[in-house]
């Protein structure tokens, strides 16, 4: 038996197929074919369109039905419509018919949160009013205003106030003696402490449901904040808000005041305390070189000693310096306020003619300075041996040119006491 060197090949399939349905036994086609005359390389279509040509249909060249590479999958990617739920449909359809009957033309909300037909409804929580809960008078809770008082019943004999002070450690101990079921509230001394049930008291951390379960509050984030208020009363607040009127009170009275002040006399007060040329600023450390420094001393009896052994004159002229300062330091605050800057750095001239402006006239002072005359006498002279009456102008020229180095006493004209010290009230 002879066998050939290669395999027979294995008939298309395709091509199997239309040789058996299209071809004769002959092998001959019942159709004649025709060329399209404008491309003589290809057959001409036929003339019935809706005959479909069995060589094309035989063609097997790209119908593979695998997967191309690089193809998207578009698998569950269709409408909502056609994959939406039979439930959903049916219930919006029913919403829409409900709309429709009551006239409600309201366009639908796009942000609104979509209602999902499986998620469980929670069943909303009805609590009892207190008209509603059995036993509760209104009158416990009006005549309890301090939700902490202890409850005080005379009719319980085991009741021991003279154990008032024991801690709650010791009232909480067992003694060996007592049964355990019954625990530290069969003591007759020193027993736990019993607060009275205060409705008020406990609906302000929770609740009663209908079903009479008490439901506590959730915790509010923000109520750490108001921790500071524990332990203060209504009483303290009040107190509190009573010193809070009365600071507002005084503040009013004195912006009152101060705005009935004319910036004319502030300006006329800080002019009169300066020299020519002189600002705020140097007049203060001017007038307070007068002030004779404090002696640091823990004793108040030297201190007093100390002020007395500066003499009358110079305690006066301390006195004025002072008062000096003060004016100019509050008339400068005052100018500062009514919205002049630089209130301690202006000279003189520049207050006068803020003072022009204001009035309209020329600054001139309401307490022109009075002739001063003053008298000396050497130390090493007599005690009647009285130098002058001489004016202020001569007496500054020699102190300023040291002929009272030698030793000498001063007074003013009209003064009896002698004062190793020449002060002159602009001084």
Do not use: C
């Amino acid at each position: 038996m002879s066998s050939s060197k290669f395999p027979a090949g294995r008939p298309k399939r395709a091509g199997d197929h239309f040789a058996r349905t299209h071809l004769d036994g002959n092998g001959s086609s019942s159709k004649k074919p025709r060329f399209d005359p404008r491309f003589p390389s290809t057959l001409a279509p036929d003339a019935d369109g809706d005959e479909v040509d069995p060589t094309l249909e035989a063609d097997v060249i790209g119908k593979g039905s695998g997967v191309k590479r690089g193809a998207i999958n578009v698998d569950g990617y269709d409408s909502d419509s056609s994959t939406e739920n039979f439930k959903t449909r049916r219930s919006k359809k029913k919403a829409a018919g409900a709309k429709e009957e009551n006239g409600d033309e309201d366009e639908e909300d796009m942000f609104a949160e979509e209602i999902k037909d499986d998620e469980p409804v929670k069943k909303e929580v009805k609590f009892m009013d207190d008209a509603d809960m059995e036993g509760y008078l209104d009158q416990f809770v009006d005549e309890t205003e301090d939700l902490g008082t202890p409850y005080k019943a005379d009719s319980v004999d085991s009741y021991d106030s003279s154990s008032d002070s024991a801690p709650d450690e010791e009232r909480a101990r067992l003694d060996p003696y007592l049964d355990e079921e019954i625990g530290a509230g069969g003591k007759k001394k020193r027993a736990p402490k019993m607060d009275a049930f205060n409705m008020k008291a406990e609906q302000e951390e929770g609740r009663f449901d209908e079903s009479g379960n008490f439901v506590r509050r959730a915790h509010d984030p923000d109520a750490d904040q108001d921790a500071w208020l524990e332990g203060i009363s209504k009483k303290d607040i009040k107190k509190a808000k009573e010193a809070h009127d009365k600071l507002e009170a005084a503040r009013k009275q004195h912006e009152r005041a101060e705005d009935a002040i004319v910036t004319a006399d502030v300006l006329s007060t800080i002019i009169g305390y300066l020299k020519v040329g002189e600002t705020p600023l140097e007049a203060l450390a001017r007038y307070g070189k007068a002030i004779p420094p404090k002696k640091r001393t823990g004793n108040k009896a030297k201190q007093a000693e100390a002020m007395e052994e500066l003499g009358p004159a110079k305690l006066a002229a301390a006195a004025k310096a002072k008062e000096a300062i003060d004016a100019i330091t509050e008339s400068a605050s005052r100018l500062t306020n009514r919205g002049i800057d630089n209130a301690y750095d202006l000279e003189r001239e520049r207050y006068q003619r803020e003072f022009k402006r204001e009035t309209g006239e020329d600054w001139t002072d309401p307490n022109p300075p009075v002739v001063e005359y003053w008298e000396f006498r050497w130390l090493t002279a007599k005690e009647d041996d009285v130098n002058g009456p001489y004016d202020k102008a001569k007496m500054q020229a020699w102190e300023s040119s040291n002929q009272f180095e030698a030793g000498a006493e001063f007074r003013r004209v009209g003064d009896t006491e002698w004062s190793e010290y020449l002060y002159f009230d602009d001084d």
